[in-house]
């Protein structure tokens, strides 16, 4: 298995770092996503990795080798750029042919090879067809299939779905995962949209300003974020200052509300953030103030937003168990147990 490790990787533009000191261990056969906002340095990242920036510091290794002085093309890795960067020229088939051209294949072993490629991404008979003959998602799977041409050790990705259409994003989405099972290639796909990395990845890795704020499965970045940063990034959060009394006891607007042995603190007694999903929030007889101010029917779910002295919450009920309450009440919350993250400011 093709596991990728980087060893405080920097890249330096100037004084400022895009990269700043990334050291990770990915293991292989896994799809990842590198997801963070914009500027974070997640396509330089993906970059250094695909040898197209020479990084200022630091290693970079496959399968236990170091490859970091290897050039681009000899890196055995297949890639995919929100462009597509595909040949107007050729046709589909020596599109995706390309790799095994220029590594000077024979005509036989390119077509028959460009023929399996193309049933792969699903467009099997396509090969005599121009470029602009293709909708924008064909386009996608072509790029993809000229990507996997030469068995990649890993396989890289830069936004590949983000020029398509909401509904073919969500069904291409599905197909490259699909794919990448069926394939067990080292996949990392670079993302700045947190539902589709939640939906596809293995493990998410969380970047900002350069640096890995966190690496997990998706369900643990979302119930279990390190910092504030996570917490505030991935879904939606509700964040209050509070003061952390001891391991059972925290303090939110001069009230003392009981943790769970469930909650998770990641942060020693003192000033702190309290971290809660609006799906933990619950209403109770007694607990921290808040006034409704709004209440959204989702279908699937009841909003209700809240005013804590001055602050915006959001608490999320099914259907069922939505509450009598009308706006301008006051109303007391509570939170679920292990719905909790007491987390650094
Ligand atoms: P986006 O989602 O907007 O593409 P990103 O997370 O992929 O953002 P990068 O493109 O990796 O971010 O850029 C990280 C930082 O490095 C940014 O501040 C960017 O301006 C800077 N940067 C990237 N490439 C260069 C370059 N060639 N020269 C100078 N600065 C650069």
Same mark, same amino acid.
């Given at each position: 298995?093709?596991?990728?490790?980087?060893?405080?990787?920097?890249?330096?533009?100037?004084?400022?770092?895009?990269?700043?000191?990334?050291?990770?261990?990915?293991?292989?056969?896994?799809?990842?996503?590198?997801?963070?906002?914009?500027?974070?340095?997640?396509?330089?990242?993906?970059?250094?990795?695909?040898?197209?920036?020479?990084?200022?510091?630091?290693?970079?290794?496959?399968?236990?080798?170091?490859?970091?002085?290897?050039?681009?093309?000899?890196?055995?890795?297949?890639?995919?750029?929100?462009?597509?960067?595909?040949?107007?020229?050729?046709?589909?088939?020596?599109?995706?042919?390309?790799?095994?051209?220029? #590594?000077?294949?024979?005509?036989?072993?390119?077509?028959?090879?460009?023929?399996?490629?193309?049933?792969?991404? #699903?467009?099997?008979?396509?090969?005599?067809?121009?470029?602009?003959?293709?909708?924008?998602?064909?386009?996608?799977?072509?790029?993809?299939?000229?990507?996997?041409?030469?068995?990649?050790?890993?396989?890289?990705?830069?936004?590949?779905?983000?020029?398509?259409?909401?509904?073919?994003?969500?069904?291409?989405?599905?197909?490259?995962?699909?794919?990448?099972?069926?394939?067990?290639?080292?996949?990392?796909?670079?993302?700045?949209?947190?539902?589709?990395?939640?939906?596809?990845?293995?493990?998410?890795?969380?970047?900002?300003?350069?640096?890995?704020?966190?690496?997990?499965?998706?369900?643990?970045?979302?119930?279990?974020?390190?910092?504030?940063?996570?917490?505030?990034?991935?879904?939606?959060?509700?964040?209050?200052?509070?003061?952390?009394?001891?391991?059972?006891?925290?303090?939110?607007?001069?009230?003392?509300?009981?943790?769970?042995?469930?909650?998770?603190?990641?942060?020693?007694?003192?000033?702190?953030?309290?971290?809660?999903?609006?799906?933990?929030?619950?209403?109770?007889?007694?607990?921290?103030?808040?006034?409704?101010?709004?209440?959204?029917?989702?279908?699937?779910?009841?909003?209700?937003?809240?005013?804590?002295?001055?602050?915006?919450?959001?608490?999320?009920?099914?259907? #069922?168990?939505?509450?009598?309450?009308?706006?301008?009440?006051?109303?007391?919350?509570?939170?679920?147990?292990?719905?909790?993250?007491?987390?650094?400011?």
């Amino acid at each position: 298995m093709n596991d990728l490790a980087l060893r405080s990787l920097t890249k330096r533009y100037g004084p400022a770092a895009a990269v700043d000191g990334v050291t990770l261990d990915i293991p292989g056969g896994r799809f990842i996503c590198l997801l963070g906002p914009s500027g974070c340095g997640k396509t330089t990242l993906l970059r250094l990795i695909a040898g197209l920036e020479t990084p200022t510091e630091g290693r970079i290794l496959v399968g236990g080798e170091d490859i970091t002085d290897r050039p681009t093309h000899r890196r055995d890795f297949g890639m995919v750029f929100q462009s597509l960067a595909l040949f107007p020229h050729l046709s589909v088939g020596d599109n995706v042919a390309y790799p095994l051209a220029i #590594r000077g294949r024979p005509k036989a072993e390119r077509d028959r090879r460009a023929a399996e490629l193309l049933e792969l991404v #699903r467009l099997p008979g396509l090969a005599g067809r121009r470029i602009h003959q293709l909708s924008g998602g064909q386009r996608q799977r072509v790029a993809i299939a000229r990507a996997l041409a030469v068995d990649p050790r890993l396989f890289l990705l830069d936004e590949p779905l983000s020029a398509l259409d909401a509904a073919l994003r969500d069904h291409m989405q599905m197909e490259l995962r699909q794919l990448q099972t069926r394939l067990g290639i080292t996949t990392l796909v670079v993302t700045h949209d947190q539902k589709e990395a939640l939906t596809m990845a293995d493990l998410v890795i969380v970047m900002d300003k350069g640096r890995v704020q966190q690496m997990g499965a998706p369900m643990e970045i979302y119930r279990d974020p390190a910092n504030a940063f996570v917490a505030g990034f991935i879904g939606s959060s509700n964040l209050l200052p509070a003061t952390l009394l001891d391991r059972s006891m925290i303090e939110v607007s001069g009230r003392r509300i009981p943790l769970a042995p469930q909650d998770r603190v990641k942060t020693a007694p003192g000033p702190a953030l309290l971290s809660v999903r609006p799906e933990d929030v619950r209403l109770a007889e007694e607990g921290l103030p808040a006034r409704v101010t709004f209440i959204r029917d989702l279908g699937e779910s009841v909003q209700i937003v809240l005013d804590q002295d001055g602050r915006e919450m959001t608490a999320l009920f099914a259907p #069922r168990e939505r509450p009598d309450v009308q706006i301008g009440e006051t109303v007391q919350l509570a939170f679920a147990p292990g719905g909790v993250v007491v987390l650094a400011p």
